[in-house]
């Protein structure tokens, strides 16, 4: 029997997978829990053969609770589950070394079968997304380029940036004008839209 945890933070979608994959004779939903945080503390989560999870979730995104699963020595499957196909969360699910990358999209009986293929061993990407992995951009921006974009998302100013990272106005305007260059664009918010758009942030 395949003991799945499912990890869904939309109430319908996570009840629905639930209902449905418990249909299947050779699969038991554990449980289905809805963030990251629940996800660690699950009882028996150790015991798993796979983590069914939505990458965008609250309290640990489904990326971030991956990373933390591979690196506490998890042994089940993982795979990530998710309506974003966008080039910067398959590059960072694909480096993680994740079992499966499947769409919400795609029918139930295909992530069944891709269910059955992740647990006997095989990795699985929707069939929608391999295109993709053949035009994957690495991430260009480093890792202050990205903690400024993020801030700005956040709404932050200039001068709320440095004085959070005890930096100059000078050094954060620099790695903002670094980031607006490499994205190719002539403002934060476009070169925000971009970062965001491929997953790079």
């Known amino acids: ?10 109430t319908i979608l996570r009840n629905a997978l639930e209902s449905l994959l418990n249909l299947e004779k050779d699969i038991h939903v554990a449980g289905a829990v809805p963030s990251g945080a629940s996800v660690r ?19 640990g995104t489904g990326l971030e609770t ?16 998710t309506t974003f196909s966008r080039p910067g969360y ?15 999209d795609d029918p139930i009986d295909q992530l069944i079968v891709a269910i059955r293929r992740i647990v006997a061993g095989e990795h699985v990407i929707s069939p929608a997304l391999s295109n993709m992995l053949f035009r994957l951009q690495p991430n260009p921006l480093n ?27 000078g050094t954060v305007r620099n790695y903002l004008s670094s980031a607006m260059q490499k994205l190719e664009t002539t ?11 491929k997953g790079w942030i």
């Open 66 to 81: 991956a990373k933390y699963m591979k690196q506490h020595g998890f042994r089940g499957k993982i795979a990530l589950l």
């Open 1 to 10: 029997m395949i003991q799945i945890l499912i990890a869904e933070d939309q």
């Open 90 to 104: 398959i590059e960072q699910a694909m480096k993680l070394g994740v079992d499966g990358y499947l769409l919400k």
């Open 187 to 197: 403002n934060r918010h476009d070169a925000l839209r971009i970062a965001e758009e």
């Open 41 to 59: 503390s699950f009882p028996g989560l150790w015991e798993l053969d796979l983590l069914l999870m939505d990458i965008e979730m609250p309290d």
């Open 143 to 169: 890792d202050r380029e990205q903690e400024m974009l993020r801030r700005v998302r956040n709404g932050e100013s200039t001068e709320t940036i440095a004085s959070a990272m005890h930096l100059s106005l």
